[in-house]
């Protein structure tokens, strides 16, 4: 009969700790979104190295929400402290009304020691490492009015601060929300654990979406504001750069960036870090590590923890669908302002640049510059705009860095 | 948060985010032309440097045992300056293997095409196709 009611209570006990008891109906819905992330980043192939490790780490926090708690310390007599851990040696005492407590310590779940990372800024200049060690910046550095374009296409940011301020949210998390019209995700995540934590599960989650939603959004955009005539123009080839000024380029940016916006030095720090190992030739090692170790096992960090911040009751409010509409504006007007400065430069240069690799200013690289290339190809499959578009492309990730530089200075 | 204090940070974010970002990167284009301009210009001044050392050291002992027939090499330039000489002989290798022996063949002039070739074509489009 023991053996029976014992095991009774095991099942109770079980079937107490677990999801079925324990999850409310928002967990389940995100549980259904973090799906449809998965289909996705897998079937549609949406940035998968990101969206992929994002919706794991949504779908593990809301099966099991303990994985992001905090550590924390309980204050045991000696009698409850030696019943519970066998010895009071080893522990902190802490003295209350002359009683001796004993600081007995709970470890925090697996996400809140990885998530340290995101919280104190560590992962998105290390991404930044990495991108830069698998960047050339030879495009911009062969023709630098590209820097144009890619502050152009920052202007999106600033607008939907706007709006953001006028749809009720404070200051900084409408600093946070723009940023997502720089489309460039470790610089959103970056700037929103400095000015917003609170959103960072929607914003970064808004972000990745409408990056990899690129081909799809900007296309109509470009074809909108620009002619035919614009779209099919053949611009000159880039002059070659020489190896000095690849190796000089990344010192002379950090030194100019950190000395005007030395809120910017992190991201742009190791952006430049990363391509001076590549462009080097000496660090042949570390610029590997950087390009492939390092950034994966980042992004794998990265997604997770992100993704861990969408629980239900953090992700399912009227706020996260007011993040992910201002996000669509952002990205929208960025291309849009991108394609408008160029079709600024076709008329000034009297009809040498296809205003085409204007909405190339927003990061996304450098799917932006494809996208660039597929367009201007339609109208001339001769034209081979993907240089070009590599140009503003990553003056683009410059300029973000920028723009996310101003914003923490201002808003911080 | 009143309008009015709606209407003056974004007014004032706008302007800020607008002038700071454009100036910092105006001034990285102008920085940037400049790096290329200078680093241009000394790589150009050491190559032209090089040359001329080379140029004297071939003409100098020519000059003491046939002066007549430097004067005439002098006379007709083979190649115009930005062309080196190592490539005239690879374009002149590849155009002999392609017109074969029987041919005399003579490099008049090498022009950039301002056009690809089908095979370039082929080649770029592999290589930038689009998704």
């Not at chain 1, 900084?172 to 995540?189: L, Y």
């Not at chain 1, 002619?227 to 950090?254: D, G």
């Not at chain 1, 990553?394 to 101003?406: C, L, M, T």
């Not at chain 2, 000394?42 to 045992?65: D, G, H, I, L, Y």
Request: charged content about 15%; aromatic content about 8%; proline content about 5%.
């Amino acid at each position: 009969m023991e053996i029976i009611q014992n095991f009774l209570n095991a099942i109770q006990g079980i079937l107490q700790d677990s999801g079925l008891m324990s999850l409310g109906w928002q967990n389940y819905v995100m549980i259904g979104i973090a799906c449809v992330l998965f289909y996705l980043a897998i079937k549609k192939e949406f940035e998968p190295l990101l969206l992929l490790p994002i919706a794991f780490g949504m779908l593990l926090v809301n099966l099991y929400p303990a994985i992001t708690a905090p550590d924390s310390t309980t204050l045991m007599n000696a009698a409850d402290c030696i019943k519970a851990k066998g010895t009071t040696e080893g522990y902190a005492t802490t003295v209350i009304n002359g009683v001796q407590y004993y600081n007995v310590p709970h470890y925090g779940g697996l996400f809140y020691y990885l998530y340290k990372g995101v919280k104190l800024g560590i992962y998105p200049p290390l991404i930044f490492l990495g991108v830069g060690a698998m960047t050339d910046f030879g495009p911009l550095i062969a023709n630098p009015k590209s820097f144009i374009l890619g502050a152009a296409a920052q202007i999106g940011i600033f607008i939907t601060f706007i709006g953001a301020i006028f749809l009720g949210f404070t200051d900084a998390q409408a600093g946070a929300i723009g940023i997502i019209g720089g489309a460039d995700g470790p610089t959103a995540i970056y700037v929103t654990t400095k000015l917003a934590p609170e959103l960072l599960g929607s914003i970064a989650i808004a972000a990745y979406s409408y990056m990899a939603l690129v081909p799809i959004i900007q296309p109509p955009i470009m074809r909108l504001l620009t002619t035919k005539k614009e779209r099919a123009v053949v611009m000159e080839q880039l002059r070659p750069v020489s190896k000095v000024e690849k190796i000089i380029f990344p010192i002379v940016i950090v030194v100019v960036i950190s000395i005007l916006l030395p809120d910017a030095a992190p991201l742009v720090g190791m952006l430049m870090f990363g391509n001076l190992l590549k462009e080097s030739g000496v660090c042949d090692r570390l610029s590997k590590t950087a390009q492939n170790e390092l950034m994966n096992i980042i992004t794998i960090f990265l997604g997770t923890t992100v993704g861990a911040t969408a629980t239900g009751a953090n992700f399912l409010s009227l706020s996260t669908l007011k993040i992910i509409a201002l996000g669509l504006i952002a990205f929208m007007m960025g291309s849009a302002c991108g394609v408008l400065f160029g079709k600024l430069m076709y008329k000034l240069t009297g009809g040498k640049v296809n205003p085409l690799i204007g909405s190339a200013g927003v990061s996304a690289v450098p799917m932006a510059a494809r996208v660039s290339q597929r367009v201007g190809q339609e109208e001339n499959p001769g034209n081979f705009l993907l240089m070009h578009a590599m140009g503003p492309n990553v003056a683009g990730v410059i300029g973000s860095a920028v723009a996310a530089g101003v914003l923490l200075n201002v808003l911080r | 948060m009143d309008l009015m204090s709606k209407l003056t940070i974004s007014a004032s974010m706008l302007l800020t985010g607008f002038v700071i970002v454009f100036s910092v990167l105006v001034f990285l284009i102008f920085v940037i032309w400049l790096l290329g301009k200078t680093i241009t210009g000394a790589q150009n001044a050491a190559t032209n440097r090089k040359k001329f050392k080379v140029q004297q050291s071939v003409t100098t002992p020519q000059e003491t045992t046939e002066p007549v027939k430097t004067e005439e090499k002098v006379e007709k330039p083979v190649a115009s300056s930005d062309t080196s000489e190592e490539i005239i002989a690879v374009i002149s290798a590849a155009v002999y293997t392609m017109y074969g022996s029987k041919e005399k063949v003579r490099i008049k002039s090498i022009k950039k095409s301002s056009s690809r070739s089908a095979w370039a074509n082929a080649g770029v489009l592999r290589n930038t196709r689009p998704f």
